[in-house]
């Protein structure tokens, strides 16, 4: 089956085999760059991430892709769409803001302050003002603390970013791979090998 291409290969010797792995190496890099730029620019750790469950249907379905930005001191609003990351947990989740609430983190340490702050302290906020959020998944009968790990509200360091686009069921692919695991690992194999032994 592939006796014509171990033959070329041969002819082409062990330098043609470097300069087609450096070629592979160049592709990947490239596209490293380019995701970490797209996070740089729209200012989020992933700028697009896939709907793995159907707590938001109808609104976005399992294998959804999303694009994401989360510009410096925005705003959420109730109703806006977020993907949020707890610490210590491995999987960004899609999810609405059900309600939104300021705080004021006081600088100084009175009796009435240190209530507040015993209140809020599992967020660890530095004084200052603060937006603190509440979310809920469409599809969820119930609001998301039970998700926050402890935690009472997200605040801004928690939200990955704020959905502004979508394109339906193009992240099924991302999903194949993760739930079978030796297919992703026959796709980059085959295109290890590809890269290889191709002849240009």
């Not at 490239?30 to 750790?45: A, P, R, V, Y």
């Not at 707890?86 to 100084?108: K, Q, S, Y």
């Not at 998301?144 to 939200?159: A, K, M, P, T, V």
Request: hydrophobic share 45%; net charge positive.
């Amino acid at each position: 089956m592939f006796s014509d291409e171990l033959k070329a290969f041969r002819r082409l010797g062990f330098r043609h085999f470097l300069l087609q792995i450096l070629n592979f190496a160049s592709v990947i890099a490239s596209g490293l760059m380019l995701w970490k730029g797209l996070g740089l620019i729209l200012n989020t750790e992933s700028p697009i991430v896939v709907v793995l469950s159907g707590s938001m249907e109808p609104a976005f379905y399992r294998g959804d892709l999303l694009f994401l930005t989360n510009p410096p001191g925005q705003r959420y609003h109730t109703g806006d769409i977020t993907v949020y990351k707890i610490p210590g947990a491995e999987i960004p989740i899609v999810h609405r803001v059900l309600e939104t609430r300021n705080v004021f983190m006081p600088f100084d340490n009175s009796t009435e302050n240190r209530a507040i702050n015993k209140r809020l302290a599992k967020l660890k906020l530095p004084p200052g003002e603060h937006q603190l959020m509440l979310t809920k998944g469409d599809n969820n009968h119930v609001d998301d603390i039970d998700l926050y790990q402890g935690l009472e509200w997200l605040n801004q360091r928690h939200i990955v970013g704020k959905v502004r686009g979508f394109l339906p069921y193009i992240g099924y692919v991302t999903i194949a791979m993760n739930d079978f695991p030796q297919l992703k690992y026959a796709l980059l194999g085959g295109l290890g090998l590809l890269a290889v032994i191709q002849r240009e």
